[in-house]
Nanobody, 115 residues
Framework: QVQLVESGGGLVQAGGSLRLSCVASGRIGSIVSLGWYRQAPGKQREFVAVVTSGGGTNYADSVKGRFTISRSNAKNTVYLQMTSLEPEDTAVYYC?????????WGQGTQVTVSS
């Protein structure tokens, strides 16, 4: 199984930027993709971005052009660079790791964007 620890959340004004980090440990070699999801109060968890083991990326339409996902294989870390943040981006952000047999989640990090 894979263990994930997120960091980098916080309070930021609208238009500002934050970078989230997620460090993976455990069965790292089994990971097929690393991604970010978010859950706002009263809403379901939703997809934000993903990067595959081959380096391909995909984004939710709501964050395209504002968020960038990247990974460092040397550091076993996936990043989410968030720019032009909007109050609608306020949520708990969760890191996700998928393998052929497992689907692992981090504990989440809070991002709050004030207007």
């Amino acid at each position: 199984q894979v263990q994930l620890v997120e960091s980098g959340g916080g309070l930021v004004q609208a238009g500002g930027s934050l970078r989230l980090s997620c460090v993976a440990s455990g069965r790292i070699g089994s990971i097929v993709s690393l991604g970010w999801y978010r859950q706002a109060p009263g809403k379901q968890r939703e997809f934000v971005a993903v990067v595959t083991s081959g380096g391909g990326t995909n984004y939710a339409d709501s964050v395209k052009g504002r968020f960038t996902i990247s990974r460092s294989n040397a550091k076993n870390t996936v990043y989410l660079q968030m720019t032009s943040l909007e109050p609608e981006d306020t949520a708990v952000y969760y890191c996700n790791a998928r393998s052929f047999t497992d689907n692992s989640w981090g504990q989440g990090t809070q991002v709050t964007v004030s207007s």
